[in-house]
């Protein structure tokens, strides 16, 4: 069974950072692209970056290109989502997900995503 485990999400001041994690297990994931994506309240869930895990190729909002980075660790079995220059419109439930890589105009979309983990909180203050 796959679990994805968020984790790393607070409270933080404009121009901060803050270091999201998200642990996978139940599986081998060398195939599968991890995703991150976000809500904030009213709106609909957005992507925000996605990770090969084989291959290590990345993709980014236009939105976080520059500010956040995404990565793997493959011997924890983990995705992290650096985010630097954090801005109040950052302000958001994360969430990280997981896919059988699909082709790369389908990596955006959350419907395309089979596993979700139960989101973290990011609340970042003006």
């Known amino acids: 069974q796959v679990q994805l485990v968020e984790s790393g999400g607070g409270l933080v001041q404009a121009g901060g950072s803050l270091r999201l994690s998200c642990a996978a297990s139940?599986?081998?994931?060398?195939?599968?692209?991890m995703g991150w994506f976000r809500q904030a309240p009213g709106k609909e869930r957005e992507f925000v970056a996605a990770i090969s895990w084989s291959g290590g190729s990345t993709y980014y909002a236009d939105s976080v290109k520059g500010r956040f980075t995404i990565s793997t660790d493959n011997a924890k079995n983990t995705v992290y989502l650096q985010m630097n220059s954090l801005k109040p419109e950052d302000t958001a439930v994360y969430y990280c997900?997981?896919?059988?890589?699909?082709?790369?105009?389908?990596?955006?979309?959350?419907?395309?995503?089979?596993?979700w983990g139960q989101g973290t909180q990011v609340t970042v203050s003006s």
């Open positions: 139940g599986r081998t994931f060398s195939s599968y692209a």
């Open positions: 997900a997981a896919t059988i890589f699909p082709p790369l105009s389908r990596l955006g979309l959350p419907h395309e995503y089979d596993y």
